[in-house]
Nanobody
Framework: VQLQASGGGLVQAGDSLTLDCTVS????????VAWARQAPGKGREIVAS????????WYPDSVKGRFTISRDNAENTVYLHVNILKLEDTAVYYC?????????????????WGHGTQVTVSS
């Protein structure tokens, strides 16, 4: 399965943004999917995940309330909506898929990774 993240760009602090993760070579409905990010000089962290069934999601405390992950299985796409962007949200954002169905919290729990999309938040 291949994943492609898109929708990044240069945005202002306080704005909202939606990132798309398009899946090909497989049905997104059979995978759990996560969004992760890697800021300059930092490790990669999972910022949102959704179970294959769509009925379970997970967010770290650092983004809870501002980030929302959702999926449209008919479109084979998973979305990340970010509200009230902050300077510290600047990072490369990746999407990843797991063959095992839960909303996992760690990047090593995901089997497939796509290329990232850059999000830069300016003041």
């Amino acid at each position: 399965v291949q994943l492609q993240a898109s929708g990044g760009g240069l945005v202002q602090a306080g704005d909202s943004l939606t990132l798309d993760c398009t899946v090909s070579g497989g049905s997104v409905g059979t995978y759990s999917v996560a969004w992760a990010r890697q800021a300059p000089g930092k490790g990669r962290e999972i910022v949102a995940s959704i179970a294959w069934s769509g009925d379970s999601t997970w967010y770290p405390d650092s983004v809870k309330g501002r980030f929302t992950i959702s999926r449209d299985n008919a479109e084979n796409t998973v979305y990340l909506h970010v509200n009230i962007l902050k300077l510290e949200d600047t990072a490369v954002y990746y999407c990843a898929a797991s063959r095992y169905g839960g909303a996992w919290e760690n990047d090593f729990q995901y089997d497939y990774w796509g290329h990232g999309t850059q999000v830069t938040v300016s003041s």
